[in-house]
Structures are given as C-alpha cells and as structure tokens.
Nanobody, 116 residues
Framework: QVQLVESGGGLVQPGGSLRLSCAAS????????MGWYRQAPGKQRELVAK???????NYADSVKGRFTISRDNAKNTVYLQMNGLKPEDTAVYYC??????????WGEGTLVTVSS
C-alpha cells in the first residue's frame, strides 16, 4: 500500500501564493506520474497539473503561467507552487500518484481558500 500525505493548504488573499507538498510513502516500487487535482464545491474533480518521472508536465489551461509543478524523485515528493491565486482557485486539492504497474493512489486532500 502507498500513502500520500499533502501539506501546505490554507487561507490566502487574492494575488497571494501558496506551496503544496505531497510525500509518498509505503510499498513504493516505482512511481510513474504524480499530480494535483482539485474539487470545488458542487463541481467535479479536475486535473490541475501532473508531472512524469522524466519531468514532462501538463497543466490545466486555467492555471498555466501561474502554477508550477515540480518533483523530487529521490524523496517521492511532488510540489505545486501556486502564484497569483484567484478566488476561483478555491478548492480541495488532492495529490495523485500513478505507479508503473498502473495502480493509482490519492491523498486525503488539503483545502485552499482564496478570499479577502
């Protein structure tokens, strides 16, 4: 079993920044991709950003130019630097990891609230 633990959420004013972290632990054989999804109240969960082992990234159009995903493969940790936050970025952010064998794991989520 693999556990994902997120940290870094909180309350921030519009235009502010936050950095989310997600550390994977447990029976990790090999992680393929890691990423961040979010779910706002009344909406479906959506991809925010993901990064493959080789470093290739994919971002939602709504966060391009504002968010940056990075990864420390040695620490099995993924980060999401969020700048220029907007009220519409308010959501629960979930960490995701896909193993080389296809198994997918989720964190419990961390709440990000953007409000003045």
């Amino acid at each position: 079993q693999v556990q994902l633990v997120e940290s870094g959420g909180g309350l921030v004013q519009p235009g502010g920044s936050l950095r989310l972290s997600c550390a994977a632990s447990g029976r990790i054989i090999s992680i393929d991709a890691m990423g961040w999804y979010r779910q706002a109240p009344g909406k479906q969960r959506e991809l925010v950003a993901k990064i493959a082992t080789g470093g290739s990234t994919n971002y939602a159009d709504s966060v391009k130019g504002r968010f940056t995903i990075s990864r420390d493969n040695a620490k099995n940790t993924v980060y999401l630097q969020m700048n220029g936050l907007k009220p519409e970025d308010t959501a629960v952010y979930y960490c995701n990891a896909v193993m080389m064998d296809g198994m997918t794991y989720w964190g419990e989520g961390t709440l990000v609230t953007v409000s003045s």
